[in-house]
């Protein structure tokens, strides 16, 4: 522990440490890509293997400094069930740059690496778009409204190429993960969009939706994630600094709604508005459940 250090010099050594960590793996990430493009089934299964236990000891590392700057205490309860042969669809609240260190930390090898969808476009990203590639994250192909009006023949284009790149999990079971608010909660965005519920922002069912179109058929089941810091929201700075003193996660396991599952949520209207009113429902549960959490561990807001 280097509880006896002032905050800053915590945050220094965090801070050497995250970068070591992720120059060092990035570096062996990089290795592995050149064996990733030889179109051999041995060596796709070796690559798929290295990048997988690659990015567990990635965060394995982030949490080892993590502990080491803090003590943290954890309060985390619905873990039971999660297995780790089987693929999940994770979503949560987004309140804090912590959140994403938070969530890897607690599934740390109890699912899945999670992974995120990311556009196609992405992959040109320099250095990391070809970890993103090697790490084996999906990438998807979305067409704009104006697009498909100019060239209708395009319409669920998209969403097949997606599915196409998902049949990789089929066999290899997968965490993806989504923040269905899209954007981290400030009290100036929640007034800024008259949001109706008192600790979130407005869900934007789009994410989540393209996940079940592409894969739900995939999915073990919906990890639905509720985030409370009884200290406040910390900024990534506190957490580098060991100012993150206690964080509260409640895990649910949700089935996947059969309804939901292969459909079209761009272009079909009455899917649509039955599954806005699916995430609707769950985050008026999770706005209740955040209130209860707010009671059960308060702390400065």
Known sequence: MLAFLPAPLRGVIAALLLALNTILLCSFLFVVALFKVLPFAFTQRLTRWLMSHTHEAWVSLNKGWMNLVCRTRWRVSGLQGLDYRHSYLITSNHQSWVDILALQYVFNRRIQPLKFFLKQELIWVPVIGLAWWTLGFPFMKRYSKAYLEKHP?????????????????RDNPVGIFNFVEGTRFTAAKHAQQQSPFRHLLKPKAGGIAFVLDAMGEQLESIVNVTLHYPGGRPGFGDLLCGRVKEVVMHVEE????????????????????????WINQMWLDKDALLEQLSREFPGRR
């Open 153 to 169: 023949e395009k319409k669920g284009k998209d969403l097949e190429t997606t599915r196409k790149t998902c049949a990789k999990f």
């Open 254 to 277: 949700l089935k996947v709604p059969p309804q939901f599952v292969g459909r079209n949520y761009d272009q079909d209207g009455e899917y649509r508005l039955q599954f806005q009113g």
